[in-house]
């Protein structure tokens, strides 16, 4: 059974950071490109960033770029999405995903 869950939100100030991880398991993760969505209230579902499975490769949507970084490490099965400078419009749920499974995800609130 695939699951992954999701941990790192919180409440931040603008300007702030948080790292957020996701643990994966029931797959093989090693071999998976992996992916961190994120959805706002009110607002669809959006991807946010993705990387490969030797770490090689990094992408990002443009209004992340040089704020968030994508990490995984295969040996523990974890994916992470650093995030600095945050702004208000980052305020949403994050998900991590795999070939259409997401975790119940982890909220990140931006906000004065």
């Known amino acids: 059974e695939v699951q992954l869950v999701e941990s790192g939100g919180g409440l931040v100030q603008p300007g702030g950071s948080l790292r957020l991880s996701c643990a994966a398991s029931g797959f093989t993760f090693a071999s998976t490109w992996m992916n961190w969505y994120r959805q706002a209230p009110g607002k669809g579902l959006e991807w946010v960033s993705g990387?490969?499975?030797?770490?090689?490769?990094?992408r990002y949507r443009d209004s992340v770029k040089g704020r968030f970084t994508i990490s995984r490490d295969n040996a523990k099965n974890t994916l992470y999405l650093e995030m600095n400078s945050l702004k208000i419009e980052d305020t949403a749920m994050y998900y991590c995903?795999?070939?259409?499974?997401r975790g119940q995800g982890t909220q990140v609130t931006v906000s004065l």
């Open positions: 990387i490969s499975t030797s770490s090689g490769n990094h």
């Open positions: 995903e795999y070939s259409g499974y």
